[in-house]
T-cell receptor, first 114, second 114 residues
Framework: AQSVTQLDSQVPVFEEAPVELRCNYS??????LFWYVQYPNQGLQLLLK??????LVKGINGFEAEFNKSQTSFHLRKPSVHISDTAEYFC????????????FGGGTRLMVKP | DAGVIQSPRHEVTEMGQEVTLRCKPI?????LFWYRQTMMRGLELLIY????????DSGMPEDRFSAKMPNASFSTLKIQPSEPRDSAVYFC????????????FGPGTRLTVT
């Protein structure tokens, strides 16, 4: 079984500042890692994913994440946020050998202030 | 493709009534997932199907909830009888059968039980 911990439930940040949203996971098997974003009153959409290879993954809207196997982390970063990045962000993992079922973290609400 | 389609988008019903939520997955996707999202409990996986067969329904809260997938292009989630604590946003998601493929979420159905 896997578990995902998003350490911050809310992250307030000023526009154009950098941001890091933290994600740690626990698993006894190899996993795939995902970040999803949910804008108000919408479904979740994929930001980026890590399957294998380079540990630095680039996604949409200028976001990137780095997989750190030794620390079992997959933190999401953006060098300069916009007001439009205000949303809920979810980290998720899936067992490489168990279909595409996802285990989600509790979510982090990113609040970008002008 | 139109993406995952859910209907209705909003449902308001009285306690004790039957509620049926509908989902049309993306054509060709082998997996279908039903989630519930609330402020208190976050995003919860209720049940998922592989090739129309229910694989894991351990997240279904109680016998009042049932889900079916009669064919590859349609699934329903039924609550009978509904209770106020069922009020939530219900999401359907689908995914291809290949490992590492992400889930594609629908826009959700906002259910309010009065």
């Amino acid at each position: 079984a896997q578990s995902v911990t998003q350490l911050d439930s809310q992250v307030p940040v000023f526009e154009e500042a950098p941001v890091e949203l933290r994600c740690n996971y626990s698993s006894s098997v190899s996993v795939y890692l995902f970040w999803y974003v949910q804008y108000p009153n919408q479904g979740l959409q994929l930001l980026l994913k890590y399957l294998s290879g380079s540990t630095l993954v680039k996604g949409i809207n200028g976001f990137e994440a780095e997989f750190n196997k030794s620390q079992t982390s997959f933190h999401l970063r953006k060098p300069s946020v916009h007001i439009s990045d205000t949303a809920e962000y979810f980290c998720a993992v899936s067992d490489r050998n168990a279909g595409n079922m996802l285990t989600f973290g509790g979510g982090t609400r990113l609040m970008v202030k002008p | 493709d139109a993406g995952v389609i859910q209907s209705p988008r909003h449902e308001v019903t009285e306690m004790g009534q039957e509620v049926t939520l509908r989902c049309k997955p993306i054509s060709g996707h082998d997996y279908l997932f039903w989630y519930r999202q609330t402020m208190m409990r976050g995003l919860e996986l209720l049940i998922y199907f592989n090739n129309n067969v229910p694989i894991d329904d351990s997240g279904m809260p109680e016998d009042r909830f049932s889900a079916k997938m009669p064919n590859a292009s349609f699934s329903t989630l039924k609550i009978q009888p509904s209770e106020p604590r069922d009020s939530a946003v219900y999401f359907c998601a689908s995914s291809p059968g290949l490992p590492g493929k992400e889930q594609y979420f629908g826009p959700g159905t906002r259910l309010t039980v009065t």
